[in-house]
Protein backbone atom coordinates (compact mmCIF):
# COMPACT_ATOMS: atom_id res chain seq x y z
CA UNK A 1 0.00 0.00 0.00
CA UNK A 2 1.41 3.37 -0.82
CA UNK A 3 1.42 6.16 2.19
CA UNK A 4 0.75 9.10 -0.03
CA UNK A 5 -1.01 9.32 -3.44
CA UNK A 6 -0.66 12.15 -5.48
CA UNK A 7 -2.83 12.90 -8.72
CA UNK A 8 -2.99 15.08 -11.42
CA UNK A 9 -6.38 15.30 -12.13
CA UNK A 10 -6.57 15.94 -15.72
CA UNK A 11 -9.55 15.51 -18.56
CA UNK A 12 -12.48 17.89 -16.86
CA UNK A 13 -12.66 20.01 -20.30
CA UNK A 14 -12.44 17.02 -22.44
CA UNK A 15 -14.98 15.44 -20.13
CA UNK A 16 -17.72 18.28 -20.69
CA UNK A 17 -17.04 18.57 -24.27
CA UNK A 18 -17.64 14.76 -25.30
CA UNK A 19 -21.21 15.26 -23.47
CA UNK A 20 -22.11 18.78 -25.97
CA UNK A 21 -21.10 21.06 -22.63
CA UNK A 22 -18.76 23.86 -21.86
CA UNK A 23 -15.48 22.97 -19.97
CA UNK A 24 -17.06 24.44 -16.96
CA UNK A 25 -19.35 21.64 -16.60
CA UNK A 26 -16.15 19.25 -16.25
CA UNK A 27 -14.85 21.14 -13.75
CA UNK A 28 -17.91 20.77 -11.21
CA UNK A 29 -18.00 17.17 -12.04
CA UNK A 30 -14.49 16.47 -10.97
CA UNK A 31 -15.40 18.29 -7.85
CA UNK A 32 -17.37 15.00 -7.54
CA UNK A 33 -15.19 12.98 -7.96
CA UNK A 34 -12.71 14.29 -5.66
CA UNK A 35 -14.92 13.45 -2.97
CA UNK A 36 -15.25 9.75 -3.98
CA UNK A 37 -11.17 9.63 -3.55
CA UNK A 38 -10.87 11.34 -0.57
CA UNK A 39 -13.07 8.40 0.87
CA UNK A 40 -11.36 5.67 -0.89
CA UNK A 41 -8.25 7.03 0.67
CA UNK A 42 -9.84 7.08 4.05
CA UNK A 43 -11.19 3.02 3.61
CA UNK A 44 -7.91 2.05 3.17
CA UNK A 45 -6.01 3.75 5.26
CA UNK A 46 -3.77 5.63 3.10
CA UNK A 47 -2.29 8.69 5.16
CA UNK A 48 -1.89 11.67 2.72
CA UNK A 49 -3.57 12.67 -0.37
CA UNK A 50 -2.22 15.43 -2.41
CA UNK A 51 -4.41 16.77 -5.47
CA UNK A 52 -3.48 18.93 -8.56
CA UNK A 53 -5.92 21.00 -8.59
CA UNK A 54 -4.77 24.44 -10.48
CA UNK A 55 -1.34 25.37 -11.82
CA UNK A 56 0.51 28.18 -12.06
CA UNK A 57 0.15 28.28 -15.59
CA UNK A 58 -3.89 27.43 -15.58
CA UNK A 59 -4.27 31.46 -15.25
CA UNK A 60 -3.67 31.58 -18.45
CA UNK A 61 -6.80 29.99 -19.53
CA UNK A 62 -9.42 31.93 -20.41
CA UNK A 63 -10.94 34.49 -17.86
CA UNK A 64 -14.11 32.42 -17.80
CA UNK A 65 -13.04 29.74 -17.12
CA UNK A 66 -10.54 30.72 -14.36
CA UNK A 67 -13.27 32.90 -12.81
CA UNK A 68 -15.74 29.88 -12.43
CA UNK A 69 -12.63 27.86 -11.02
CA UNK A 70 -11.93 30.18 -8.83
CA UNK A 71 -15.89 30.44 -7.58
CA UNK A 72 -15.72 26.83 -7.51
CA UNK A 73 -13.21 26.26 -5.16
CA UNK A 74 -14.14 28.85 -2.89
CA UNK A 75 -18.01 26.78 -2.36
CA UNK A 76 -16.44 23.70 -2.36
CA UNK A 77 -14.38 24.72 0.11
CA UNK A 78 -17.47 26.44 2.40
CA UNK A 79 -19.88 22.96 1.76
CA UNK A 80 -17.18 19.91 2.07
CA UNK A 81 -14.66 21.43 5.04
CA UNK A 82 -16.78 20.84 8.17
CA UNK A 83 -17.93 17.21 6.72
CA UNK A 84 -13.77 16.65 6.13
CA UNK A 85 -13.11 17.92 10.03
CA UNK A 86 -16.00 15.24 10.96
CA UNK A 87 -14.34 12.45 9.07
CA UNK A 88 -10.88 13.42 10.69
CA UNK A 89 -9.47 14.65 7.74
CA UNK A 90 -6.62 17.76 7.83
CA UNK A 91 -6.43 20.06 4.80
CA UNK A 92 -3.64 21.86 3.63
CA UNK A 93 -3.56 23.88 0.51
CA UNK A 94 -0.16 23.98 -1.24
CA UNK A 95 1.23 26.51 -3.52
CA UNK A 96 1.07 30.61 -4.12
CA UNK A 97 -2.15 31.11 -1.99
CA UNK A 98 -1.27 35.11 -2.10
CA UNK A 99 -2.24 34.81 -6.24
CA UNK A 100 -6.25 34.44 -4.44
CA UNK A 101 -8.39 37.07 -3.49
CA UNK A 102 -8.50 38.01 -0.22
CA UNK A 103 -11.75 36.31 0.76
CA UNK A 104 -10.29 32.86 -0.68
CA UNK A 105 -7.33 33.33 1.29
CA UNK A 106 -9.29 33.77 4.51
CA UNK A 107 -11.96 30.60 3.50
CA UNK A 108 -8.37 28.63 3.43
CA UNK A 109 -6.95 29.97 6.31
CA UNK A 110 -10.06 29.25 8.69
CA UNK A 111 -10.16 25.73 6.67
CA UNK A 112 -6.67 24.88 7.43
CA UNK A 113 -7.16 26.02 11.40
CA UNK A 114 -10.30 24.24 12.23
CA UNK A 115 -8.68 20.54 10.68
CA UNK A 116 -5.37 21.30 12.00
CA UNK A 117 -5.57 18.80 14.69
CA UNK A 118 -6.67 15.98 12.40
CA UNK A 119 -4.74 12.30 11.76
CA UNK A 120 -7.28 9.93 9.83
CA UNK A 121 -5.72 11.54 6.75
CA UNK A 122 -3.83 14.37 5.18
CA UNK A 123 -5.26 16.01 2.20
CA UNK A 124 -3.03 18.30 0.28
CA UNK A 125 -4.98 20.69 -2.32
CA UNK A 126 -2.25 21.89 -4.93
CA UNK A 127 -3.28 25.56 -6.00
CA UNK A 128 -1.70 27.79 -7.82
CA UNK A 129 1.27 25.30 -7.21
CA UNK A 130 4.24 24.54 -9.78
CA UNK A 131 7.31 22.48 -8.41
CA UNK A 132 9.56 25.07 -10.26
CA UNK A 133 7.92 28.00 -7.93
CA UNK A 134 8.22 25.17 -5.09
CA UNK A 135 11.99 25.22 -5.71
CA UNK A 136 12.51 28.62 -5.90
CA UNK A 137 10.28 29.76 -3.15
CA UNK A 138 12.48 26.98 -0.81
CA UNK A 139 15.95 28.65 -2.35
CA UNK A 140 14.77 31.91 -1.69
CA UNK A 141 14.03 31.10 2.00
CA UNK A 142 17.97 29.05 2.42
CA UNK A 143 19.05 32.45 0.51
CA UNK A 144 17.71 34.95 2.81
CA UNK A 145 19.04 32.74 5.68
CA UNK A 146 22.84 32.69 4.18
CA UNK A 147 22.36 36.58 4.32
CA UNK A 148 21.23 36.88 7.92
CA UNK A 149 23.99 34.66 8.83
CA UNK A 150 21.81 32.16 10.23
CA UNK A 151 22.89 29.71 7.91
CA UNK A 152 26.47 28.98 5.78
CA UNK A 153 26.38 28.47 2.23
CA UNK A 154 27.96 25.10 2.80
CA UNK A 155 24.85 24.24 4.56
CA UNK A 156 22.90 24.47 1.32
CA UNK A 157 21.84 20.82 1.01
CA UNK A 158 19.32 18.70 -0.32
CA UNK A 159 18.33 18.34 3.35
CA UNK A 160 18.04 21.88 4.02
CA UNK A 161 16.42 22.85 0.51
CA UNK A 162 14.06 19.78 1.23
CA UNK A 163 13.08 21.24 4.69
CA UNK A 164 11.63 23.91 2.89
CA UNK A 165 9.68 22.69 0.30
CA UNK A 166 5.71 22.40 0.50
CA UNK A 167 5.03 18.90 1.96
CA UNK A 168 8.19 18.72 3.86
CA UNK A 169 6.98 17.26 6.83
CA UNK A 170 5.32 14.15 5.06
CA UNK A 171 6.48 11.22 3.76
CA UNK A 172 7.24 11.56 0.17
CA UNK A 173 5.16 10.71 -2.57
CA UNK A 174 4.85 6.62 -3.21
CA UNK A 175 2.15 6.69 -6.23
CA UNK A 176 1.77 9.26 -8.63
CA UNK A 177 -1.54 8.57 -10.86
CA UNK A 178 -2.01 10.95 -13.89
CA UNK A 179 -5.78 10.74 -15.45
CA UNK A 180 -7.00 12.26 -19.10
CA UNK A 181 -4.37 10.15 -20.99
CA UNK A 182 -1.31 12.45 -20.92
CA UNK A 183 2.33 11.18 -20.54
CA UNK A 184 4.12 14.62 -18.53
CA UNK A 185 4.17 16.27 -15.14
CA UNK A 186 2.97 19.38 -16.12
CA UNK A 187 5.15 21.31 -13.27
CA UNK A 188 3.70 19.30 -10.25
CA UNK A 189 5.92 18.37 -7.42
CA UNK A 190 8.93 18.00 -9.13
CA UNK A 191 11.20 17.26 -6.40
CA UNK A 192 8.75 15.20 -3.82
CA UNK A 193 8.10 12.81 -6.96
CA UNK A 194 11.91 12.07 -7.30
CA UNK A 195 11.07 8.19 -6.63
CA UNK A 196 7.57 7.90 -6.90
CA UNK A 197 5.93 4.93 -9.27
CA UNK A 198 3.88 6.86 -12.06
CA UNK A 199 0.45 5.67 -13.32
CA UNK A 200 -1.32 6.86 -16.23
CA UNK A 201 -5.36 6.43 -16.73
CA UNK A 202 -7.17 6.83 -19.95
CA UNK A 203 -10.03 8.05 -17.63
CA UNK A 204 -10.90 11.56 -17.61
CA UNK A 205 -10.84 12.57 -14.27
CA UNK A 206 -14.64 13.22 -13.55
CA UNK A 207 -15.05 9.06 -14.47
CA UNK A 208 -11.93 8.10 -11.82
CA UNK A 209 -13.92 6.02 -9.29
CA UNK A 210 -13.16 3.66 -6.54
CA UNK A 211 -12.44 0.84 -9.51
CA UNK A 212 -10.42 2.80 -11.20
CA UNK A 213 -8.32 3.82 -7.95
CA UNK A 214 -8.34 0.17 -6.84
CA UNK A 215 -6.55 -0.71 -9.86
CA UNK A 216 -3.74 1.96 -9.84
CA UNK A 217 -2.58 0.35 -6.36
CA UNK A 218 -2.91 -2.78 -7.46
CA UNK A 219 -0.20 -1.64 -10.60
CA UNK A 220 1.90 0.01 -7.94
CA UNK A 221 1.78 -3.36 -5.10
CA UNK A 222 3.40 -4.96 -8.43
CA UNK A 223 6.50 -2.88 -9.09
CA UNK A 224 9.72 -3.21 -7.88
CA UNK A 225 11.30 0.03 -6.13
CA UNK A 226 14.90 -0.13 -6.49
CA UNK A 227 16.10 3.44 -4.94
CA UNK A 228 18.98 3.34 -7.08
CA UNK A 229 19.81 -0.58 -5.78
CA UNK A 230 20.20 -3.71 -7.56
CA UNK A 231 17.30 -6.14 -7.91
CA UNK A 232 19.29 -8.49 -5.35
CA UNK A 233 20.09 -6.41 -2.97
CA UNK A 234 15.80 -4.94 -2.49
CA UNK A 235 15.50 -8.80 -2.13
CA UNK A 236 17.74 -9.70 0.40
CA UNK A 237 16.66 -6.76 1.98
CA UNK A 238 12.89 -8.07 2.13
CA UNK A 239 14.16 -11.58 3.02
CA UNK A 240 16.68 -10.20 6.41
CA UNK A 241 12.99 -7.94 7.10
CA UNK A 242 11.14 -11.45 7.24
CA UNK A 243 13.78 -13.05 9.72
CA UNK A 244 13.86 -9.84 11.98
CA UNK A 245 9.72 -10.05 11.97
CA UNK A 246 9.60 -13.73 12.86
CA UNK A 247 12.37 -13.15 15.42
C1 LIG B 1 -7.95 19.46 -15.24
O1 LIG B 1 -8.78 19.31 -16.33
C2 LIG B 1 -8.43 20.54 -14.29
C3 LIG B 1 -7.62 21.78 -14.35
C4 LIG B 1 -6.52 21.94 -15.00
C5 LIG B 1 -8.11 22.89 -13.57
P1 LIG B 1 -8.58 20.17 -17.64
O2 LIG B 1 -9.39 21.40 -17.52
O3 LIG B 1 -7.15 20.36 -17.94
O4 LIG B 1 -9.25 19.22 -18.73
P2 LIG B 1 -8.69 18.90 -20.19
O5 LIG B 1 -7.32 18.36 -20.02
O6 LIG B 1 -8.69 20.17 -20.95
O7 LIG B 1 -9.64 17.88 -20.73
C1 LIG C 1 -2.31 19.88 -15.04
O1 LIG C 1 -3.24 19.80 -16.06
C2 LIG C 1 -2.83 20.75 -13.94
C3 LIG C 1 -3.98 20.21 -13.21
C4 LIG C 1 -4.53 19.04 -13.35
C5 LIG C 1 -4.52 21.10 -12.22
P1 LIG C 1 -3.14 20.73 -17.36
O2 LIG C 1 -4.30 20.36 -18.22
O3 LIG C 1 -3.04 22.15 -16.97
O4 LIG C 1 -1.77 20.27 -18.01
P2 LIG C 1 -1.24 20.42 -19.50
O5 LIG C 1 -1.46 21.83 -19.91
O6 LIG C 1 -2.05 19.48 -20.35
O7 LIG C 1 0.19 20.00 -19.45
MG1 LIG D 1 -5.76 19.29 -19.01
Not at 192 to 198: I, R, T
Amino acid sequence: MPRHVAIIMDGNGRWAQLRGKHRTYGHKAGAEAVRAAVAFCRKRGIEALTLFAFSSENWKRPEQEVSVLMELFFTVLKREVKKLHKHNVRLRIIGDVSGFSERLQQRIREAEQLTAENTALQLNIAANYGGRWDISQAARQLAERVAAGQLRSDEVTETTLGECMQLADQPAPDLLIRTGGEHRISNFLLWQLAYAEFYFSQVLWPDFNDREFAAAIADFSCRERRFGLTSEQIQQAILDTDVTAEE
